[in-house]
Nanobody, 127 residues
Framework: QVQLVESGGGLVQAGGSLKLSCAASGGTFSNYAMGWFRQAPGKERECVAAVSRSGGVTYYADSVKGRFTISRDNADNMVYLQMNRLTPEDTAVYYC????????????????????WGQGTQVTVSS
């Protein structure tokens, strides 16, 4: 059983930056592919970024490519999402998720494929 706790959300002006953190516990962190999802009111949960177990393979949604960076530290059981040049369209609750995958280079982008979720952290971008 893996527990995930997100932090780092908040209110920021358009054009600003935030860095989200997700602390994992209760499992062997390096066995999990990780993802960041977001869900805005009235919208489906979408994968904005994902990273493989090794950290060597990443995925970004087109809407955040070039602005967001996902990274992980397997020694400290942490995954991060650096968000730059934020826009009001980035306003959402952001969730960290973990998927137990056998492949070191596997990427998971579907919410239904993730086994564990954090409680979410609110990101609000004002115009």
């Amino acid at each position: 059983q893996v527990q995930l706790v997100e932090s780092g959300g908040g209110l920021v002006q358009a054009g600003g930056s935030l860095k989200l953190s997700c602390a994992a516990s209760g499992g062997t962190f390096s066995n999990y592919a990780m993802g960041w999802f977001r869900q805005a009111p009235g919208k489906e949960r979408e994968c904005v970024a994902a990273v493989s177990r090794s950290g060597g393979v990443t995925y970004y949604a087109d809407s955040v490519k070039g602005r967001f960076t996902i990274s992980r530290d397997n020694a400290d059981n942490m995954v991060y999402l650096q968000m730059n040049r934020l826009t009001p369209e980035d306003t959402a609750v952001y969730y960290c998720a973990a998927n137990l995958r056998p492949g070191v280079f596997s990427i998971v982008t579907k919410a239904a494929d993730y086994n564990y979720w954090g409680q979410g952290t609110q990101v609000t971008v004002s115009s």
